[in-house]
Nanobody, 121 residues
Framework: QVQLVESGGGLVQAGDSLRLSCVAS????????MGWFRQAPGKEREFLAG????????VYVDSVKGRFTISRDNAKNTVALQMNSLKPEDTAVYYC??????????????WGQGTQVTVSS
């Protein structure tokens, strides 16, 4: 069992940066790939970024590539999402998730409760 708790969301202006963090409980954190998703009002939850168990491999959706960076610290059981050049269309609830690498984009095993990010124009 893995419990995930996100933090770092808030209200920012377009062009600003924000760093989201996710802390995982349990001693199995390093066994899971980690990912970040978001869900905007009226839209489906979408995958944004994933990082493999060791941190060697990273994958991003095209809409955030070059602006968002995912990282992890297995010693601290944390995964982060650095978001730069934020746009109003980035407004959403952001979730971290854990899964085997092959399923990190599609069907995570565990989800956090989400943190709201609002970008004003």
């Amino acid at each position: 069992q893995v419990q995930l708790v996100e933090s770092g969301g808030g209200l920012v202006q377009a062009g600003d940066s924000l760093r989201l963090s996710c802390v995982a409980s349990g001693r199995t954190f390093s066994m899971y790939a980690m990912g970040w998703f978001r869900q905007a009002p009226g839209k489906e939850r979408e995958f944004l970024a994933g990082i493999s168990q060791s941190g060697t491999n990273r994958v991003y959706v095209d809409s955030v590539k070059g602006r968002f960076t995912i990282s992890r610290d297995n010693a601290k059981n944390t995964v982060a999402l650095q978001m730069n050049s934020l746009k109003p269309e980035d407004t959403a609830v952001y979730y971290c998730a854990a899964a085997p690498w092959v399923r990190i984009r599609t069907t995570p095993d565990y989800w956090g409760q989400g943190t709201q990010v609002t970008v004003s124009s």
